[in-house]
């Protein structure tokens, strides 16, 4: 399933007198803050959307058959996939009756110049911190419902959230996956035995996950302290001075909002312009996710 918005198309940079003497490419590479601002000053970004414009989305469940279960996402050109493996093992002394949920985001080097070969670096942790906190603020799936038999054996969900390409707003793309993938997970039903206190998987017997919230992010990028940027590009990120992250549930109840980054928030208005965007553009993505 895809959103119907109209396809960003390239324009060309605004001819100048500077820019004349250089090719798109090499301005933006050696002037990439004039390059955006000129696009900007046309009332256009360098993809061609508008500032208030989101990218397309699309979305597939049940893409990874040896995954409890799994969602692919395109964002624009970020693509993230998702998928859920479950184990069985022993509840924490202080919580008996609960099982663990454990996301973790990869951010290889294969997927941007701008990752590094080897262990998670920086962003990926702080990617994997944000889900992680969602998850539990939002009580997305009860941990109490992992339970197969207190002080005995639990559920441990590995959320494994990889990106295969990124174009900025990875943060959108992960949770979105992550829902998606939680929501076509189904569980062997599971058996515990008293006697030799060991846990016993049907084969044909499953059960859906029992999520309880769908929480949706929505990201903005503030530019030159004038310009809102709705889902910044890769190219868009390291340009803006404050990053707006705006998280609703299903009600369109506003959760949390965020922001990253020292640089000015804009007008006194701004975030509440970010809030009145996310509750709209949350009814374009959970068309997305009830049609697939």
Known sequence: MSTDSPKATPIPIPSTSTSSKLDAQTFQRLHPRAYLERFLSEGIRPDGRECNTWRDVSLNSGSISTAEGSALVRLGNTTIVCGIKAEIAEPDLDRPEHGFI?????????????FKPGPPGEEAQVLSERINSILIQADVVPTASLCIHPEKACWVLY???????????????????????????????????????????????????????????????????????????????PLIETSIT?????????????????????????????????????????????ET
Request: net charge negative.
């Open 159 to 237: 959320i494994d959230i990889t990106c295969i390409n990124y174009d900025g707003n990875a943060f959108d793309a992960c949770l979105l996956a992550t829902i998606a993938a939680l929501r076509a997970t189904h569980l062997p039903k599971p058996t515990f035995d008293e006697e030799t206190e060991r846990v016993t998987c049907s084969r044909t017997e499953k059960a859906p996950l029992q999520v309880k919230c769908t929480p949706l992010s929505f990201t903005f990028g503030v530019f030159d302290s004038k310009h809102l940027l709705y889902d910044p590009t890769a190219f868009e990120e």
């Open 246 to 290: 705006v998280i609703t549930d299903e009600k369109k109840q506003v959760l949390s909002s965020s922001q990253l980054g020292l640089g000015p928030r804009g007008d006194s208005t701004v975030l509440e312009r970010c809030m009145s965007a996310a509750k709209e553009r949350r009814t374009v993505l959970e068309k997305v996710l009830n």
């Open 102 to 114: 454990v996301p973790n985001v990869d951010l290889p080097a294969i997927c941007s110049p701008k």
